[in-house]
């Protein structure tokens, strides 16, 4: 067997393989309607003809699987900021303080100005990233860092404006502000962590045939 990521290869495995073993249901932040276990492989053997691809391509593959699963990552940031956004507004026109809405309140039109501009910034650089996938584009991967990086960050910033607005309420279960922000925070640790997007992005515009868009 090659040695490095050559000397890598991808096999589907039976979740009931004799030697797989699981561990305890994880309490988690967030994410609570996903269950997270660890798995323990020991001894695990499977047929020859469970390979995925060719030998020696496990890496290539795993690394495929990372650029769509970053746009899935990055969308689903976007999805929890929409629907913190559509609380937020609709809390700012019912809310009063001091006998006026909360919508009456310049600060708090900027701010609301803000998340809305920052959401829709996210959901384009995730469109970008996932039109490139799509075409196969050399610097698809980039892009996909890049719309993972940005929208996981604003997604969360967007959802803590919202829950802010929201003030103490924000806080309680009651409302949906607090699952949201939950859920988004492991958005920027999934699917490689937003440090590793700055590095990936970083090398990429330092090799000598970038091209100028990301320079």
Known sequence: ???????ISAFAVP???PG???GKKEHKMGWNSQPTRT??????RIPVDHLLGSEGEGFKIAMKGLDGGRINIATCSVGAA???????QAYMQERKQFGKSLASFQALQFK?????????AARQMVRLAASKLDAGAADASTYCAMAKRFATDAGFAV?????????????????????????ARVHQILEGTNEIMRVII???MLESDAPDVIR
């Open 159 to 183: 959802c803590n404006e919202a829950l802010q607005l929201h003030g103490g309420y924000g806080y309680i279960r009651e409302y949906p502000l607090e699952r949201l922000l939950r859920d």
């Open 202 to 204: 970083a090398r990429r």
């Open 112 to 120: 609301l100005a803000d998340m809305a501009t920052e959401l829709v």
């Open 39 to 44: 798995i323990s492989f020991d001894n695990v």
């Open 1 to 7: 067997a090659q040695s490095g990521a050559r000397g």
């Open 20 to 22: 797989i073993s699981y």
């Open 15 to 17: 979740a009931n393989a």
């Open 82 to 88: 929409q629907g913190a956004l559509a609380q937020a």
